[in-house]
């Protein structure tokens, strides 16, 4: 799929929430498998685990409980294998659909092909593991068994270098874009590591960062950036550019009012409560965005997902004006 050459943006409406706190508890990742089945990586709170849901938001039970110790993403592959770091073990463990262990890989070090820390995993056009190696402040890739492939970056905070990188993602020309959680920026590299963009600063304004944790790419080329520290998520065109943040606009999910409506002390607690924040995002740590432009977002601090669905179409050259020197904006 080619990108288009621009876009009439309508809107990036509110979805759905799946999960809740008994379920779903700070949901750190999300991945999807085969039949409609959805993964749900959590840490601490009520366990530390892969939840089972579905679109149904019904809990079908949890894997690998009491097998990680701080793990912080979550792989699916074509098989429904899961693939799962572990900052505290500086590894990755590789489980079945019904959470049998396979495999695990890595050990803790600084030499090419040790970890320090991983946090994010990405499969790139090879099906390779792309590891966020956090403090070691670089990329690396292995295969799925866990041969080291390649790495790039260093400390620092000059464009190409890295002060703890968190989130990753690879797009559709193999360009990996990093979270680059202590610098509060966003980088984007070749595969090889040859630094290509930079957008981003500390703050709390439009375009600016508070430790942004997880960054995602969709078909148009747009940009979505987990602003962990400022409660909102942003986005951005291809080449950095600011366009609009999300705050949350969350309802209840299924299983959320299931177990309200079941408690009646829960029902006055929420009858009592200011509803205005009940729908905002609390500390967003991770996002994904699927190929029908579905947006889900890891709300931390809630213990749910939130998802939003893109509203925009598809412009040809010839479809819109060139661009303005200095654009405004007006309606009529």
């Known amino acids: 799929m080619s990108r288009p050459y621009a876009l009439l943006r309508s809107g990036f409406p509110f979805h759905m929430t799946l999960g809740m706190r008994r379920i779903t508890t700070n949901p750190m990742d999300i991945g999807f498998g085969q039949d409609g089945l959805i993964y749900v990586l959590t840490r601490g709170g009520l366990g530390t685990h892969v939840r089972v849901i579905n679109w149904d938001d019904e809990n079908l039970g949890t894997l690998g409980d009491g097998r990680w110790a701080w793990p912080s993403s979550l792989l699916v ?26 495999t695990e890989w ?55 270098q890295l002060n703890m990188p968190w989130g990753i993602c690879i797009d559709e020309t193999g360009a990996v874009y990093v979270a680059d959680w202590r610098n509060d920026r966003v ?54 550019r600011f366009v609009e943040e999300i705050i949350g606009e969350a309802n209840l999910s299924k299983s959320g009012l299931k177990y309200i409506q079941a408690n009646p002390q829960v029902l006055r607690l929420r009858d009592m409560t200011e509803l205005g924040r009940m729908k905002r995002l609390r500390a967003p740590l991770s996002l994904h965005v699927d190929d029908e432009f579905r947006l889900f977002i890891c709300d931390f601090g809630s213990h749910r997902i939130q998802v939003y669905k893109k509203e925009a179409y598809e412009l040809a050259e010839n479809q819109i004006a060139p661009p303005l020197r200095n654009p405004i904006m007006l309606t009529t």
Do not use: C
């Not at 572990?86 to 659909?97: F, G, M, R, S």
């Open 77 to 102: 592959d074509s098989d429904d294998n899961l693939y799962v770091s572990d900052e505290a073990k500086h590894n990755v463990t590789v489980l079945d659909k019904d959470g049998e262990h396979l």
């Open 187 to 240: 980088q984007k590299f070749t595969a090889a590591g040859e630094h290509l963009l930079t957008f981003g600063r500390s703050g709390s304004g439009a375009g600016e960062f508070n430790h942004p944790s997880a960054v995602a790419v969709d078909a148009h080329g747009d940009v979505y950036v987990s602003d962990w520290g400022n409660d909102r998520v942003q986005l951005f065109n291809s080449e950095g």
């Open 106 to 160: 890595g050990e803790h070090g600084s030499d090419p092909g040790q970890l320090d820390r991983p946090a994010s995993l990405a499969f790139d056009g090879d099906g390779n593991i792309v590891v966020s190696d956090t403090q070691n402040h670089r990329i690396q890739t292995f295969t799925r068994d866990g041969e080291y492939i390649s790495g790039f970056g260093e400390h620092g905070a000059d464009d190409g």
